[in-house]
C-alpha cells in the first residue's frame, strides 16, 4: 500500500481467493505523528441481520478511535448472505487480518494489539474469525499456516448462538439460512457458526450488552463466558442498563461505549508490554 493520505474510502484490500474486499481505512498517517511499531489497529464489522448493513455504520466509532488512540481502523464491506453465504463473510475479514499483519511495519501497528470490533451478526462473524481453528480454517479452503488471526475481540450484542437466536426471533430464520446456505434448520451446522461452541485459549474477549435486549439475551454472553474460561480464553461481560438491541449504534451511547472500549486497550496494552502478547 503507497497511499499517504489520513483516510481512504473504498481501498480494495487483497482476499485469500482473489477477491479484493473494499474496506474504508482512517489514520493511515497516525494523525500527523511519527508511526511507531506499537499503535492498535481495528478491524470494524458491521451488523445488518447477516443479509444487510454497511461499513459506515461504524463511520462514528472508527472516526473516534482513530483520533483518541492514535489507532488504524478499517471498516470493512464483507460480502453479504444473499449475495455469498458462509464462510465467505469470515474468509473476508481474515482477509483484511492478513493484509494488515503483512504491512504492519508500514502501517505501525502491534498485531497483538489488533481488535476485531463486531455488532450484531458482525460480532458472530467476527468472533467466528479469531475463534476459528485449524480444522475450521482448513475447512474454509485456506492454510492455516498463512492465516493470521487477531487475538483480542470487542463485541456489541454479539449472536453467540444462532440456535438460540432463531428460536427467539423465528422472523429471522430465513436470514440466518442464507447466511449458512441452507433451507432448513440443520444442529451441526448453526453450532459450527455458534461461537459459543468455540472457546479457545489465548483469545480475550470483551462482550458489551444491552441488559433488556430482547432480541438476543444478555445470557448468551454468559454462555460465550463460559464457554471461552473452560477453553482457556478469557471473557469479560459489560451489562448496560435499559439498553436493547441496537443501543450502540445510538449517538448518546457512544461515547461510553468509547469510554469502555478505551479501557479495554490500555489494559491489553499493558499485557503486551509486560508479557509480549
Known amino acids: 500500500m503507497k497511499e499517504k493520505k489520513t483516510f481512504i474510502r473504498d481501498y480494495q484490500v487483497p482476499g485469500f481467493l482473489s477477491e479484493t474486499i473494499p ?8 494523525n500527523g505523528q511519527e508511526l511507531c511499531s506499537h499503535r492498535p489497529a ?3 464489522i458491521h451488523g445488518g441481520g447477516f443479509v444487510g448493513g454497511d461499513k459506515d ?9 482513530a483520533l483518541a488512540l492514535n489507532a488504524l481502523c478499517v471498516t470493512v464491506r464483507y460480502r453479504l448472505a444473499g449475495a455469498a453465504p458462509c464462510p465467505a463473510p469470515v474468509v473476508d475479514c481474515l482477509g483484511v487480518y492478513q493484509w494488515i499483519w503483512k504491512n504492519q511495519k508500514e502501517l505501525g501497528v502491534d498485531p497483538a494489539l489488533m481488535f476485531v470490533i463486531g455488532g450484531s451478526p458482525g460480532a458472530n ?16 479452503s485456506l492454510d492455516p499456516k498463512l492465516v493470521f488471526q487477531p487475538v483480542n475481540g470487542i463485541f456489541l450484542n454479539g449472536i453467540y448462538d444462532l440456535t438460540d437466536f432463531c428460536e427467539r426471533n423465528p422472523k429471522e430464520r430465513e436470514r440466518v439460512c442464507q447466511f449458512l446456505d441452507r433451507a432448513v434448520w440443520e444442529k451441526e451446522l448453526w453450532e459450527e457458526y455458534s461461537p459459543r461452541h468455540h472457546g479457545r485459549s489465548g483469545r480475550n474477549i470483551l462482550m458489551l450488552h444491552g441488559s433488556r435486549d430482547e432480541i438476543v439475551p444478555l445470557q448468551q ?9 473452560t477453553a482457556g480464553g478469557r471473557a469479560w ?4 442498563e435499559d439498553k436493547g438491541h441496537g443501543w450502540f449504534n445510538e449517538a448518546e451511547n457512544l461515547y461510553e461505549v468509547l469510554e469502555t472500549i478505551e479501557e479495554f486497550v490500555r489494559f491489553r496494552k499493558m499485557e503486551v508490554r509486560k508479557n509480549g502478547n
Open 23 to 30: 474496506c474504508d481505512l482512517y489514520n493511515i498517517n497516525g
Open 125 to 140: 462473524i467476527g468472533a467466528m474469525s479469531i475463534l476459528a481453528d485449524k480444522r475450521m480454517i482448513e475447512n474454509f
Open 57 to 65: 455504520q461504524f463511520l462514528g466509532m472508527a472516526s473516534w478511535l
Open 42 to 44: 481495528f478491524v470494524l
Open 237 to 240: 461481560i459489560r451489562s448496560f
Open 221 to 229: 454472553c454468559v454462555d460465550m463466558k463460559q464457554s471461552m474460561e
